[in-house]
């Protein structure tokens, strides 16, 4: 069974720093682009980040520029986002999605590319 699980969510102050995880189970990473999608209450689900099979490739939305980080450690079969200076306005629950059939350099931030979703992780950014 193809999984893929996020983890790392939670609540942190404004300011703070989380880092979240999409490990896979089932399957391995190699050769899958991942991305980061985020879904805030009320709004769609929309792009945060994507890093290719390689590693080489990584796209970041431009409200997270700067901000946060994607990588991947293909050895462990997981993919990271590093979240620091977190601000109100990236509450929301973030999806980790693998695409399949990606070049090796590339990612999309598209939605439509993603072959497999995780169930999410919750993060809120609140004093």
């Known amino acids: 069974q193809l999984q893929l699980v996020e983890s790392g969510g939670g609540l942190v102050q404004p300011g703070g720093s989380l880092r979240l995880s999409c490990a896979a189970s089932?399957?391995?990473?190699?050769?899958?682009?991942i991305g980061w999608f985020r879904q805030a209450p009320g709004k769609e689900r929309e792009g945060v980040s994507c890093?290719?099979?390689?590693?080489?490739?990584?796209k970041y939305a431009d409200s997270v520029k700067g901000r946060f980080t994607i990588s991947r450690d293909n050895a462990k079969n997981t993919v990271y986002l590093q979240m620091n200076s977190l601000k109100p306005e990236d509450t929301a629950v973030y999806y980790c999605?693998?695409?399949?059939?990606?070049?090796?350099?590339?990612?999309?931030?598209?939605?439509?590319?993603?072959?497999?979703w995780g169930q999410g992780t919750w993060v809120t950014v609140s004093s």
């Open positions: 089932g399957f391995t990473l190699d050769y899958y682009a």
């Open positions: 890093i290719s099979s390689s590693g080489d490739g990584t």
């Open positions: 999605a693998a695409a399949a059939g990606a070049p090796y350099y590339y990612c999309s931030g598209a939605l439509g590319e993603y072959d497999y």
